[in-house]
Protein backbone atom coordinates (compact mmCIF):
# COMPACT_ATOMS: atom_id res chain seq x y z
CA UNK A 1 0.00 0.00 0.00
CA UNK A 2 3.49 2.29 0.95
CA UNK A 3 3.90 1.96 -2.68
CA UNK A 4 0.29 2.41 -4.30
CA UNK A 5 0.11 5.93 -2.25
CA UNK A 6 3.80 6.66 -3.77
CA UNK A 7 2.64 5.80 -7.47
CA UNK A 8 -0.60 7.73 -6.86
CA UNK A 9 1.66 10.92 -5.09
CA UNK A 10 3.41 11.04 -8.16
CA UNK A 11 0.83 10.57 -10.52
CA UNK A 12 -0.60 13.82 -8.58
CA UNK A 13 2.77 15.68 -9.39
CA UNK A 14 2.86 14.76 -13.07
CA UNK A 15 -1.08 16.01 -13.63
CA UNK A 16 -0.29 19.64 -11.66
CA UNK A 17 2.80 19.95 -13.55
CA UNK A 18 1.37 19.20 -16.80
CA UNK A 19 -1.59 21.29 -15.65
CA UNK A 20 0.76 24.87 -13.97
CA UNK A 21 4.20 24.53 -16.15
CA UNK A 22 2.05 23.55 -19.91
CA UNK A 23 -1.56 23.72 -20.41
CA UNK A 24 -2.75 26.86 -17.85
CA UNK A 25 -0.18 29.56 -19.30
CA UNK A 26 -0.84 29.20 -22.56
CA UNK A 27 -5.13 28.49 -21.95
CA UNK A 28 -4.92 25.12 -22.89
CA UNK A 29 -7.37 22.19 -21.73
CA UNK A 30 -6.54 18.64 -20.17
CA UNK A 31 -10.44 17.89 -21.23
CA UNK A 32 -12.49 16.19 -18.33
CA UNK A 33 -13.46 17.78 -15.00
CA UNK A 34 -9.62 19.63 -15.44
CA UNK A 35 -11.21 20.60 -18.30
CA UNK A 36 -14.14 21.95 -17.05
CA UNK A 37 -12.29 23.70 -14.27
CA UNK A 38 -9.60 25.05 -16.07
CA UNK A 39 -12.68 26.64 -18.46
CA UNK A 40 -14.30 28.29 -15.20
CA UNK A 41 -10.49 29.57 -14.00
CA UNK A 42 -9.94 31.20 -16.83
CA UNK A 43 -13.39 33.08 -18.01
CA UNK A 44 -14.43 33.58 -13.79
CA UNK A 45 -11.89 34.35 -11.03
CA UNK A 46 -12.53 31.10 -9.15
CA UNK A 47 -9.05 29.15 -8.17
CA UNK A 48 -9.07 26.37 -10.78
CA UNK A 49 -7.79 23.54 -8.02
CA UNK A 50 -11.14 24.37 -5.76
CA UNK A 51 -12.92 23.67 -8.90
CA UNK A 52 -11.06 20.63 -9.71
CA UNK A 53 -11.96 19.33 -6.34
CA UNK A 54 -15.78 20.27 -6.73
CA UNK A 55 -16.64 19.21 -10.14
CA UNK A 56 -15.10 15.32 -9.02
CA UNK A 57 -17.35 15.04 -6.11
CA UNK A 58 -20.29 13.88 -8.21
CA UNK A 59 -18.23 11.41 -10.18
CA UNK A 60 -16.72 9.94 -7.13
CA UNK A 61 -19.69 9.49 -5.54
CA UNK A 62 -21.01 7.44 -8.57
CA UNK A 63 -17.76 5.49 -9.16
CA UNK A 64 -18.65 4.45 -5.14
CA UNK A 65 -21.51 2.26 -6.36
CA UNK A 66 -20.48 1.43 -9.77
CA UNK A 67 -16.44 0.63 -9.57
CA UNK A 68 -15.91 -0.29 -6.06
CA UNK A 69 -14.86 1.12 -2.85
CA UNK A 70 -10.96 0.97 -3.19
CA UNK A 71 -10.49 2.13 -6.82
CA UNK A 72 -12.57 5.39 -5.57
CA UNK A 73 -10.59 5.16 -2.31
CA UNK A 74 -7.40 5.63 -4.51
CA UNK A 75 -9.36 8.15 -6.48
CA UNK A 76 -9.92 9.86 -3.70
CA UNK A 77 -6.81 10.21 -2.71
CA UNK A 78 -5.51 10.97 -6.06
CA UNK A 79 -7.75 13.64 -6.72
CA UNK A 80 -7.16 15.22 -3.01
CA UNK A 81 -3.22 15.18 -3.45
CA UNK A 82 -3.66 16.25 -7.49
CA UNK A 83 -5.79 19.85 -6.05
CA UNK A 84 -3.31 20.25 -3.55
CA UNK A 85 -0.51 20.18 -5.74
CA UNK A 86 -2.32 22.24 -8.45
CA UNK A 87 -2.37 25.02 -5.88
CA UNK A 88 1.40 24.68 -4.60
CA UNK A 89 3.14 24.56 -8.04
CA UNK A 90 3.20 28.37 -9.26
CA UNK A 91 1.86 29.05 -12.90
CA UNK A 92 4.75 29.41 -15.08
CA UNK A 93 5.49 28.68 -19.07
CA UNK A 94 7.73 25.81 -19.43
CA UNK A 95 7.50 26.59 -22.86
CA UNK A 96 6.47 29.69 -25.21
CA UNK A 97 5.55 27.66 -27.85
CA UNK A 98 1.75 26.79 -27.93
CA UNK A 99 1.64 23.58 -29.38
CA UNK A 100 5.04 21.89 -27.81
CA UNK A 101 3.18 22.99 -24.37
CA UNK A 102 0.10 21.32 -25.23
CA UNK A 103 2.33 17.62 -26.80
CA UNK A 104 4.12 17.89 -23.19
CA UNK A 105 1.22 18.47 -21.11
CA UNK A 106 -0.96 15.98 -22.89
CA UNK A 107 1.99 13.72 -21.88
CA UNK A 108 2.18 14.39 -18.18
CA UNK A 109 -1.59 14.56 -17.69
CA UNK A 110 -1.47 10.89 -19.07
CA UNK A 111 1.28 9.95 -17.65
CA UNK A 112 -0.27 10.82 -13.88
CA UNK A 113 -3.76 9.03 -14.95
CA UNK A 114 -2.40 6.48 -16.43
CA UNK A 115 0.11 5.20 -13.38
CA UNK A 116 -2.76 5.55 -11.21
CA UNK A 117 -4.63 3.20 -13.47
CA UNK A 118 -2.53 1.16 -12.83
CA UNK A 119 -2.47 0.82 -9.08
CA UNK A 120 -5.98 0.77 -9.01
CA UNK A 121 -7.02 4.00 -9.16
CA UNK A 122 -7.59 6.84 -11.31
CA UNK A 123 -7.22 10.98 -11.08
CA UNK A 124 -11.02 11.77 -10.81
CA UNK A 125 -13.16 13.24 -13.17
CA UNK A 126 -13.89 11.58 -16.52
CA UNK A 127 -11.82 9.18 -15.32
CA UNK A 128 -14.22 7.58 -13.82
CA UNK A 129 -16.39 8.12 -16.11
CA UNK A 130 -14.16 6.24 -18.67
CA UNK A 131 -13.65 3.40 -16.51
CA UNK A 132 -17.22 2.79 -16.00
CA UNK A 133 -17.81 2.94 -20.19
CA UNK A 134 -15.44 0.34 -20.18
CA UNK A 135 -16.02 -1.90 -17.48
CA UNK A 136 -19.65 -1.79 -19.26
CA UNK A 137 -18.69 -2.17 -22.61
CA UNK A 138 -14.62 -3.52 -22.54
CA UNK A 139 -13.15 -0.24 -24.55
CA UNK A 140 -9.92 0.73 -23.82
CA UNK A 141 -10.15 3.96 -21.39
CA UNK A 142 -7.89 6.26 -23.21
CA UNK A 143 -9.63 5.81 -26.41
CA UNK A 144 -13.22 6.89 -24.30
CA UNK A 145 -11.40 9.74 -22.24
CA UNK A 146 -10.80 11.28 -25.98
CA UNK A 147 -13.97 10.84 -27.23
CA UNK A 148 -16.38 12.10 -24.24
CA UNK A 149 -13.70 15.35 -23.76
CA UNK A 150 -14.24 16.15 -27.73
CA UNK A 151 -17.79 18.05 -25.70
CA UNK A 152 -15.08 20.06 -23.71
CA UNK A 153 -13.15 21.12 -26.51
CA UNK A 154 -16.02 22.29 -28.56
CA UNK A 155 -17.02 24.62 -25.37
CA UNK A 156 -13.63 25.78 -24.90
CA UNK A 157 -13.62 27.12 -28.88
CA UNK A 158 -17.15 28.75 -28.73
CA UNK A 159 -16.88 30.62 -25.61
CA UNK A 160 -12.82 31.73 -26.16
CA UNK A 161 -13.70 32.10 -30.12
CA UNK A 162 -10.05 30.62 -30.77
CA UNK A 163 -9.93 27.64 -32.09
CA UNK A 164 -5.99 27.66 -32.43
CA UNK A 165 -6.17 26.89 -28.66
CA UNK A 166 -9.35 24.50 -28.70
CA UNK A 167 -7.57 22.08 -31.57
CA UNK A 168 -4.04 22.32 -29.64
CA UNK A 169 -6.18 21.19 -26.78
CA UNK A 170 -7.77 18.48 -28.62
CA UNK A 171 -3.52 17.46 -29.70
CA UNK A 172 -2.99 17.67 -26.39
CA UNK A 173 -5.97 15.31 -24.83
CA UNK A 174 -5.22 12.94 -28.00
CA UNK A 175 -1.75 12.40 -26.49
CA UNK A 176 -2.74 11.75 -23.27
CA UNK A 177 -5.32 9.16 -23.71
CA UNK A 178 -2.76 7.68 -26.17
CA UNK A 179 -0.22 7.71 -22.99
CA UNK A 180 -3.34 6.59 -20.89
CA UNK A 181 -3.43 3.33 -22.78
CA UNK A 182 0.17 2.73 -23.44
CA UNK A 183 0.40 2.63 -19.41
CA UNK A 184 -3.31 1.09 -18.25
CA UNK A 185 -3.60 -2.19 -20.57
CA UNK A 186 -6.04 -4.35 -18.87
CA UNK A 187 -8.12 -3.46 -21.93
CA UNK A 188 -5.79 -5.84 -24.11
CA UNK A 189 -6.84 -9.71 -23.86
CA UNK A 190 -3.84 -12.85 -24.74
CA UNK A 191 -4.82 -16.17 -24.66
CA UNK A 192 -1.93 -18.69 -22.89
CA UNK A 193 -1.40 -22.25 -24.16
CA UNK A 194 0.67 -23.81 -21.41
CA UNK A 195 1.73 -27.81 -22.01
CA UNK A 196 2.99 -29.14 -18.56
CA UNK A 197 3.34 -32.38 -16.40
CA UNK A 198 2.32 -30.26 -13.55
CA UNK A 199 -1.38 -30.27 -14.21
CA UNK A 200 -2.85 -30.18 -10.96
CA UNK A 201 -0.68 -28.02 -9.40
CA UNK A 202 -0.40 -25.89 -11.84
CA UNK A 203 -4.41 -25.62 -12.53
CA UNK A 204 -4.35 -25.09 -8.24
CA UNK A 205 -2.33 -22.01 -8.64
CA UNK A 206 -3.93 -20.75 -11.53
CA UNK A 207 -6.98 -21.20 -10.66
CA UNK A 208 -6.27 -18.43 -7.87
CA UNK A 209 -6.24 -15.55 -10.53
CA UNK A 210 -10.04 -16.00 -11.17
CA UNK A 211 -9.59 -17.01 -14.82
CA UNK A 212 -11.52 -20.28 -16.58
CA UNK A 213 -8.70 -22.83 -17.70
CA UNK A 214 -9.43 -25.57 -20.05
CA UNK A 215 -7.60 -28.87 -19.68
CA UNK A 216 -6.82 -30.68 -23.17
CA UNK A 217 -5.09 -34.23 -23.77
CA UNK A 218 -2.64 -33.55 -25.79
CA UNK A 219 -0.09 -36.05 -27.75
CA UNK A 220 3.58 -35.21 -29.19
CA UNK A 221 3.63 -36.08 -32.82
CA UNK A 222 7.30 -36.93 -32.68
CA UNK A 223 7.27 -38.68 -29.06
CA UNK A 224 4.27 -40.21 -28.88
CA UNK A 225 3.66 -39.09 -25.01
CA UNK A 226 0.72 -37.59 -23.62
CA UNK A 227 0.53 -34.47 -21.82
CA UNK A 228 -1.93 -31.68 -20.90
CA UNK A 229 -2.59 -28.52 -22.27
CA UNK A 230 -3.85 -25.53 -20.13
CA UNK A 231 -5.62 -23.12 -22.06
CA UNK A 232 -6.76 -19.52 -20.48
CA UNK A 233 -7.46 -15.91 -21.63
CA UNK A 234 -6.52 -13.50 -19.70
CA UNK A 235 -5.15 -9.40 -19.59
CA UNK A 236 -2.00 -8.02 -20.87
CA UNK A 237 -1.76 -6.37 -16.87
CA UNK A 238 -2.55 -10.32 -15.58
CA UNK A 239 0.24 -12.08 -17.77
CA UNK A 240 3.28 -11.42 -15.83
CA UNK A 241 1.90 -12.90 -12.49
CA UNK A 242 0.43 -15.64 -14.71
CA UNK A 243 3.84 -16.15 -15.53
CA UNK A 244 5.63 -16.05 -12.25
CA UNK A 245 3.31 -19.06 -11.39
CA UNK A 246 3.83 -21.18 -14.63
CA UNK A 247 8.19 -20.44 -13.80
CA UNK A 248 7.68 -21.40 -10.23
CA UNK A 249 5.88 -24.64 -10.55
CA UNK A 250 6.55 -26.07 -14.01
CA UNK A 251 10.10 -24.14 -15.02
CA UNK A 252 9.95 -26.71 -18.40
CA UNK A 253 6.16 -25.80 -19.26
CA UNK A 254 6.32 -25.14 -22.94
CA UNK A 255 4.15 -21.85 -23.44
CA UNK A 256 2.59 -20.15 -26.51
CA UNK A 257 1.02 -16.53 -25.44
CA UNK A 258 -0.57 -15.19 -28.43
CA UNK A 259 -2.78 -11.80 -28.62
CA UNK A 260 -6.60 -12.01 -28.66
CA UNK A 261 -8.85 -9.95 -31.42
CA UNK A 262 -11.83 -10.65 -29.05
CA UNK A 263 -13.31 -12.49 -26.43
CA UNK A 264 -17.16 -13.76 -26.73
CA UNK A 265 -19.12 -15.07 -23.64
CA UNK A 266 -18.45 -14.81 -20.12
CA UNK A 267 -15.40 -12.77 -19.10
CA UNK A 268 -14.34 -11.01 -16.41
CA UNK A 269 -13.45 -7.34 -17.08
CA UNK A 270 -11.77 -6.33 -14.12
Given at each position: ?????????????????????????????????????????????????????????????????KLG????????????????MIA???????????????????????????????????????????????????????????????????????????????????????????????????????TVY?????????????????????????????????????????????????????????????????????????????
Amino acid sequence: MIWTYFVIFVGAVSIAVGFNLFLVPHHLLSGGVSGLSMIVGYFTSLDISVMYFVFNIPLLVAGWFKLGRRFVSLSILSVILTTWMIAMIPVWPATDDSLLSAIFGGVLVGLGSGISFRVGGSSGGFDILGSIISHSRDFPVGSVLVAINGLVILAMGYLEKDWNSALASMASIYVGGKVVDFIHISHIKVTVYIITNQTEELLKRLLTLHRGVTKIKTEGAYSHVEKDMLMTVTTRYELAELQRIIKETDPKAFVNIVETVGVMGSFRKN
